[in-house]
């Protein structure tokens, strides 16, 4: 597991392209784009030098793809270097959509003066040849973070070909039909194993297709004095946000020390949810965990009788109480539980809303009036996955997925509230527009409970006193990273279940903790 402790930035397009515009005014004509070349041309050769065992009789191929734009001559001038590296370069070059700027033409120039060889896209042989050869490493400089349309017919057709050839793809800034801002895919995208962006990370290679697509990251700053980046409103999720707050147990302290928290779910057929909402809560290191069912309740856990189990109706949810609330987790949606879910909303106590506390309130639009004016220590979170986001947002699935941090930041200002937008690379938003992007978990997450294991795991960080901000950044990335820890020995991804999460998570806290 890689624990990240300091900030990474993630820069949108716009802030990208403003900093290349400031940066440029000091420098020579061209300058950046041989900058990224060189940078380009020394990650090559780490690649490769690992490719060695595959070389044929020591020989390493790079095909390096060349795109229109300055991205393509990014991936010219890495080919020019690579083939005075003694490697076997073959630059192919993609159809020019539009007029190509100086620098890549110069760019272009030292490609053709190298030892490289060249193909045009337009050669009857060109897709044969490149399906054909024994690659050690593509290189991927079709499009960058301008690309305002689909990869199609010849870009379309190679981006295709090199999905299914076995052996590393580096990327240039961002896999060629990848959104930067939002990791969106429209129809066709490289799958790289690698990417190297330049001047900031960006939140598209880590969020959405951006896991799939963009492989390992690793950031060129292209020596661009650090005074010419602006304030991220962005950055990547990581144990420096939080680990302020993960400290050792004094001796003197009791269950009252560590909140107690009431899981507010279970209707008829779905008390697992809350069971493990619940459990997650207690194993997190919370003092006491209740559970409130909106029916009769079982008279007690058998797998975990320390939890307490009582009628909704019974329970006061006031902070006099509870240091926090987790409502939705099997709730149902009776009318009856509309207005429990009223009860929690107009308590004081801190409140994480999950699963059918969010479907009742896109349904009943009273409900978020009255989350908009929530009084005392009423921290609000919402952890919705696409679908109920989307319910919320009045969106579909897909828009909401096509730009995840656009709709976690819409979410989280129309309501007032702090938003986990869960997902592949899951989007913590908060009511000013910033954004943290999680880095942690994966596929393993993929399965029915693990939602409900994150609302109790939240919850039992906001009842011990961390503030909201921190309690959902670090139950995303406590979550995350006990999957990880549980794949990494071999326990996943593939079927992976909720319940086993719950000891991971707590051995992970404890481990953190010492």
Known sequence: MTLIDSATPLYTIAD??????????????????????????????????????????GHMRAL??????????DALEAAAHLAGSGIEVLFWLAPAAHATSPEREVALSRARNSAARCMEAATSTAAAAVAAAPWNLVIDGLFGIGATRPLDGECRDMAQLVNKLDCPVLALDV???????TGAVDGVAIRATHTLTFIGD??????????????????????????????????????????????????????GSYGSVAVIG?????????????????????????????DAPPAFDSGQPELMCRRAQDVDFSGLHFAALVAGPGLGDDADTVELLQRAIDSDSPLLLDADALNLMA???????????????????LTPHPLEAARLLDLTVAEVQADRPGAARQLAAQ???I????????????????????????????????????????????????????????????????????????????????????????????????
């Open 266 to 294: 279970g209707a008829q057929g779905m008390a697992g949810a809350p069971i493990l909402a619940a459990r997650a809560a207690l194993h997190a290191g919370a003092g006491r965990v209740y559970i409130a069912f909106p």
């Open 202 to 255: 960006k939140p598209g290679l880590h969020t959405a297709h951006g896991r799939d697509h963009a492989g390992e990251v690793e950031v060129a700053a292209l020596a661009i004095d650090p005074a010419l980046l602006p304030e991220a409103r962005a950055q990547l999720g990581g144990l420096h946000l939080f680990a302020r707050h993960l400290l050792p147990r004094r001796q003197n302290t009791h269950k």
């Open 415 to 417: 309501l007032g509230v």
């Open 175 to 181: 896999p060629s039909g990848l959104h930067a801002d």
């Open 64 to 73: 390096v793809l060349a795109g229109p734009g300055d991205n393509g001559g």
């Open 363 to 381: 349904a009943e639009p009273e409900l978020q009036s009255a989350l908009a004016v929530r009084t005392g220590a009423g921290a609000t979170i």
């Open 16 to 57: 990208i392209r403003a900093i290349e515009q400031a940066a440029a005014q000091a420098l020579p004509q061209g300058a950046l784009m041989q900058r990224a070349g060189q940078a380009a041309a020394s990650t090559a050769l780490k690649l490769l030098h690992g490719q060695e065992d595959r070389a044929s009789a």
């Open 419 to 514: 938003v986990v937008l869960k997902g592949s690379g899951t989007v913590i938003a908060a009511p000013d527009g910033g954004i943290v992007i999680n880095n942690t978990g994966g596929p393993a997450l993929a399965t029915a409970g693990t939602g409900d294991v994150l609302s109790g795991l939240c919850g039992s960080l906001l009842a011990q006193g961390w503030p909201e901000w921190e309690a959902a950044l670090g139950a995303v990335w406590l979550h995350g990273a006990a999957a990880d820890a549980l794949v990494a020995a071999g326990n996943g991804p593939i079927g992976l279940t909720a319940g086993e999460l719950i000891p991971a998570i707590r051995k992970l806290i404890n481990a953190l903790s010492a």
